[in-house]
């Protein structure tokens, strides 16, 4: 993906208001991505026991358009804002999002491999990292 200006990375943590059915974490999935492509944005997200995690990265106006969306979504609450950084290239530049949490799901749904996948060292750092910060 070429440079881009005014890059932006999000980061957040929330609790799912109830446990995600594995419908429902498909429908944000594909709302999600569809959403995604259509305005730039790439990233991964977390979810594990309720508790959602998010990098959402893009153009800065594109992130913050996404973040107002999260922000209005009734499916979680106690919406803890991370950090926003300015970041010069995609760390995520072939997801347009990358979901972690249903490992498993890849066995009885082979054809979700591309959106449901194992961690990478990163993205492990990344998850241990965020539930530091909720303690």
Excluded: C
């Excluded at 990375?9 to 959403?35: K, N, Q, W």
């Excluded at 919406?79 to 999002?97: A, F, G, K, N």
């Excluded at 249903?102 to 241990?128: C, R, W």
Aim: without cysteine.
């Amino acid at each position: 993906m070429p440079k881009q200006k005014d890059l932006i990375e999000l980061s957040y943590l929330s609790v799912a208001v109830s446990d995600m059915s594995f419908l429902g974490l498909m429908r944000l999935l594909e709302a999600a991505r569809a959403f995604n492509q259509k305005h730039g944005i790439t990233g991964i997200l977390f979810y594990d026991n309720q508790e959602f995690g998010q990098v959402i990265e893009g153009e800065r106006t594109s992130v913050m358009k996404v973040w107002k969306r999260i922000q209005d979504d009734k499916r979680h609450h106690r919406i803890e804002l991370l950090e926003i950084r300015d970041i010069t290239e995609h760390t995520y530049p072939d997801w347009l999002l990358r979901f972690y949490g249903g490992e498993s799901l890849t066995k009885d749904y082979p054809a979700l491999a591309q959106m449901v996948g194992g961690m990478d060292k990163f993205s492990l750092a990344l998850l241990n990292k965020m539930r530091e910060t909720e303690r």
